[in-house]
């Protein structure tokens, strides 16, 4: 299984951006998909997270202005940022709780994207 994300840039402060990630592989199903984000000098925190049946939450410094979504039958999880701040700037990361077929058994297993850099100028 792998997870590819993408949509990361540079922008200023104020601007959007809209990051997606996909998952593929011999996958059987996906339950838990989000979004981490790493600063530099700061430890990696979660951004967002959603369930496959789309209950949502979000750190309280996104609240209001960023949005996770899912497309199930694509594998694939986004994140709407808007009105970007400075603070926000980071590595992005999606992360995705998989199922996958393993020969003869069902494996599950958490993943994680590659990272997608995010910069937003004052």
């Known amino acids: 299984v792998q997870l590819q994300a993408s949509g990361g840039g540079l922008v200023q402060a104020g601007e959007s951006l809209k990051l997606s990630c996909v998952a593929s592989?011999?996958?059987?199903?996906?339950?838990?998909m989000g979004w981490y984000r790493q600063a530099p000098g700061k430890e990696r925190e979660l951004v967002a997270a959603i369930t496959r049946r789309g209950i949502t939450n979000y750190v309280h410094s996104v609240e209001g202005r960023f949005t996770i979504s899912r497309d199930n039958a694509k594998n694939m999880v986004f994140l709407q940022m808007a009105s970007l701040e400075p603070e926000d700037t980071a590595v992005y990361y999606c992360?995705?709780?998989?199922?996958?077929?393993?020969?003869?058994?069902?494996?599950?297993?958490?993943?994680w994207g590659q990272g997608t850099q995010v910069t937003v100028s004052s």
């Open positions: 592989g011999r996958i059987f199903s996906i339950d838990n």
């Open positions: 992360n995705a709780v998989v199922t996958s077929y393993e020969i003869t058994r069902l494996v599950t297993d958490a993943y």
